[in-house]
Nanobody
Framework: QLQLVESGGGLVQPGGSLRLSCTVS????????IGWFRQAPGKEREGVSC????????KYADSVNGRFTISKDSAKNTVYLQMDSLKPEDTAIYYC?????????????????????WGQGTQVTVSS
């Protein structure tokens, strides 16, 4: 059974940093693209970043490009999202999810429907 657990969220001041972790079980990161998404209050869930199963393709949403960095450690079954220069508009629940299909490339489109199942999310709040 595919499972994911997000962690690392919290309260941080504008300009600060956080590192989110997505630890997976029941499958190997070598076979699935992994995406990070977020959902702010009253808004739809949106794609933030994605890393392909081989790590050769990485995508960022325009709103976070240059501030966030995605990486993975397959030996630890964990995908990371380093978030720097955080802004209040980054406040949201952050989720990670694998591509729904094995060995399928979904990072370039980063469409929500192409990912799942979802973890429980981790809250990120950027406020002074």
């Amino acid at each position: 059974q595919l499972q994911l657990v997000e962690s690392g969220g919290g309260l941080v001041q504008p300009g600060g940093s956080l590192r989110l972790s997505c630890t997976v079980s029941g499958f190997s990161l070598d076979y699935y693209d992994i995406g990070w998404f977020r959902q702010a209050p009253g808004k739809e869930r949106e794609g933030v970043s994605c890393i392909s199963r081989r790590g050769g393709t990485i995508k960022y949403a325009d709103s976070v490009n240059g501030r966030f960095t995605i990486s993975k450690d397959s030996a630890k079954n964990t995908v990371y999202l380093q978030m720097d220069s955080l802004k209040p508009e980054d406040t949201a629940i952050y989720y990670c999810a694998p591509s729904r299909r094995l060995l399928t490339s979904v990072c370039m489109s980063m469409l929500e429907d192409a990912f799942g199942p979802w973890g429980q999310g981790t809250q990120v709040t950027v406020s002074s």
